[in-house]
């Protein structure tokens, strides 16, 4: 099934913009909000059925994966580290290199 997608508020990024996979955590927090993975998607159902969904790899689905997994992170209180959201960030910026290189 596709999930309609409301894209008109989600900002582009470049590779500049996504911290550091070993950056501070809160940085990585709080670039994961730069997204509304709910607003985007309609709906907390749609944003699951991404975020549950490993070969959702394109640079929206990831961003909103990041955003689903920072709820998921405080919403179980969680005060430590996150190596899903920091490997979530690796993707990320795997993506935007490949996208960024010269041809």
Known sequence: MSIPLHTQDVQPITLDDVPLPDADFQLIYQFA???????VVGSFQNTADIANDPTKT???????R?????????????????????SLVAKIRAVLQDSEAPE
């Open 33 to 39: 909000h730069t997204v509304d993975g709910y607003n």
């Open 66 to 86: 990041l955003f689903f997994a920072a709820r998921a992170h405080r919403h179980a209180s969680l005060q430590s580290d996150s190596p899903e959201m920091r």
């Open 58 to 64: 394109d640079l929206l689905s990831l961003r909103i």
